[in-house]
């Protein structure tokens, strides 16, 4: 019995792990988007929010955000689907949250006899699971725009699955090479076959296999189908606040911030799944299960705890890093328009996606499975 | 002054001129888009990473380091030119008595109507008249400074410095001889040496 009790512990503690760290990595990116757009174009960004005159570089403005929306008069349109209408923030926001679940963010952690993966879900189809919750969030944004009973709102919803289907395409076809590299579509075990290292025949053990290096042309095409599945600039049409606003018109206080709140949650969740796919995921450089191993032949053995502990934190530092990238995006591109997007989408992600796939299993035949 | 500029036809200047309108070039490396694309994005990192050293220079105590371009404007304030149109105040003789001799020449070019002037008897025989009330209506002024221009008596100037005079009632938009009398002329930095007045009726929120 004590056993089960554990178990439960460490479930739990796993889920809870992945919900605190994409919470507040959400949470945080209000902030983030604020002060990274203000440095980048020449500003200070806001920073008068204080408790006690303790500014802290404007860490409390997501606070006063929460308290101001929560104070905020909940609207419902009189002619709205009432029941779609109050739903659909929490159907964008729960898939948001859900979708990080089978992304892995260290290998494993034994304690004791009990072998722990460090991810939420152990589940051998991790990448299909990620891309349903992510197609399944904008059903939240298409109940939305319908349920409003506002045209701007319907055309935001209907644009907004325009785009997800073109969008969601393009990343399942990106990702078709990656898994035909790495033999798998669980993401702990295409995280782990990264480790290994890249064509040992010509340059040794010095460059790990990450997607990165042997899906190039696959890692442009997902980041860039990637920001569109978030539905932020420059791929913002279902929002387009300077024509139609979007499918969150009608909304305000909580729930309106709950729409801002599941758009940073995508954002978190694609870059987890970038730096799965195609930077390592928890993979350190030359690190092993025991220790460093580097390739000129020195080694350092390292106690498990401090292994997985520097496992978690390069997860971390390449989610921040790749999070950093799509901010740098949202502020540099404007908005494409909407048969830009689409062609773009259909027309340039897509064929060039196939491409890769066919190239990918050339590429696989000649070199062997050994590369 | 344009014309003794640019003898060229109004409507031809030259910087409108190039390159804007001939069909945007489009090789097939700017079609693909992507690398223009890295370097927009080389742009803006490039602004990113300078800033950030430079804002981590300031925090570290290097005060000529600017990672920004803002005025943290309630506590910094740029210098304000020296013909910069403020808040108007009343000029005193040496014995204090404004300076004004109620000619109602202000009154009459207002372009607001925003100055009301009700005149009296000076009690010196050498000096015509004296204004016994002296309201301006902020809440009317355009501020466009023809009341100093038209004061035979150099009474009126707009020259404290003083810019934050809002209200939350329009009776507080409504300065009197007294206040306008009280104000002082701003420093040759432009920043205002008489403390901002608050007349009756103003509500006062805040620091």
Not at chain 1, 93 to 122: C, E, K, M, Y
Not at chain 1, 200 to 216: K, Y
Request: charged fraction near 15%.
């Amino acid at each position: 019995m004590t056993a089960t009790a554990a178990d439960f512990g460490i479930a739990f503690a796993r889920v809870a792990f992945v919900m605190m760290f994409i919470l507040n990595l959400g949470g945080l990116l209000t902030w983030v988007e604020r002060k990274q757009s203000a440095i980048m174009q020449d500003r200070i960004g806001a920073n008068r929010a204080s408790i006690l005159g303790f500014r802290i570089m404007g860490l409390f403005h997501p606070l006063a955000d929460a308290i101001k929306m929560l104070t905020k008069e909940d609207f419902l349109p009189a002619r709205a689907d009432r029941f779609l209408f109050k739903m659909a923030p929490f159907v964008s926001v729960f898939f948001g949250l859900v979708a990080f679940a089978s992304i892995p963010f260290g290998d494993t952690l034994r304690l004791g006899d009990r072998v722990i993966p460090l991810q939420a879900v152990t589940l051998n189809v991790g990448v299909l699971y990620v891309f349903a919750m992510l197609s399944l969030g904008v059903y939240g944004v298409m109940m939305a725009g319908w349920s409003s009973s506002n045209n701007f709102a319907l055309l935001g919803g209907q644009r907004a699955a325009a785009l997800m289907i073109s969008a969601e395409i393009a990343i399942g076809a990106s990702i078709m090479g990656v898994i035909m590299v790495y033999g798998s579509l669980d993401l702990m075990e295409i995280v782990r076959a990264q480790g290994a290292a890249l064509l040992p025949r010509v340059f040794g053990a010095w460059i790990p296999a990450w997607g990165l290096l042997t899906q190039p042309l696959a890692f442009i095409l997902f980041v860039t189908a990637g920001i569109a599945a978030t539905k932020r600039i420059p791929f913002d049409m279902p929002e387009g606040e300077s024509e139609i606003i979007g499918y969150f018109v009608e909304y305000s206080g909580m729930k309106f911030g709950m729409f801002a709140m599941a758009d940073f949650l995508e954002t978190v969740v694609i870059a987890g799944l970038t730096t799965s796919l195609f930077l390592g995921g928890w993979q350190v450089p030359y690190l092993q299960p025991a220790g460093f191993a580097f390739p000129w032949g020195a080694t350092l053995h390292l106690p498990q705890a401090v292994v997985a502990l520097l496992q978690v934190g390069a997860f971390s530092l390449k989610v921040v890093v790749m999070i950093f990238i799509m901010m740098l995006v949202r502020w540099t591109l404007p908005r494409f328009r909407y048969d830009q997007a689409m062609r773009l989408g259909w027309l340039g992600l897509f064929p060039l996606s196939i491409l890769n796939i066919v190239m990918t299993g050339l590429v696989l035949l000649l070199v062997g499975s050994d590369s | 002054m344009t014309a003794e500029r640019s003898p060229r036809p109004p409507g031809t200047h030259p910087r409108s001129e190039p390159a804007s309108r001939a069909p945007l070039p489009r090789s097939p490396l700017q079609r693909f888009y992507l690398r223009e694309v890295l370097s927009g994005l080389g742009l803006t990192a490039a602004h990113f990473f300078r800033n950030m050293r430079l804002h981590t220079a300031r925090a570290l105590g290097r005060k000529d380091a600017h990672g920004a371009v803002t005025i943290q404007y309630p506590e910094e304030r740029r210098p304000y030119s020296p013909r910069l149109r403020s808040l108007h105040r009343l000029v005193r003789r040496e014995d204090g008595s404004p300076r004004c001799v109620a000619c109602m020449m202000c009154e009459t070019v207002c372009p607001a109507r925003c100055i009301y002037i009700v005149a009296d008897e000076h009690p010196n025989p050498e000096i015509e008249k004296m204004p016994a009330r002296f309201d301006i209506d902020l809440g009317k002024c355009v501020f466009c400074g023809f009341c100093v221009e038209a004061c035979p008596e150099d009474a009126i100037r707009m020259d404290t410095g003083i810019l934050e005079f809002s209200s939350y009632s329009r009776g507080g938009m409504i300065y009197t001889k007294e206040t306008l009398l009280s104000l002082e002329p701003a420093g040759p930095d432009g920043v205002p040496t008489s403390p901002v007045p608050i007349p009756a009726g103003r509500t006062v929120v805040g620091p």
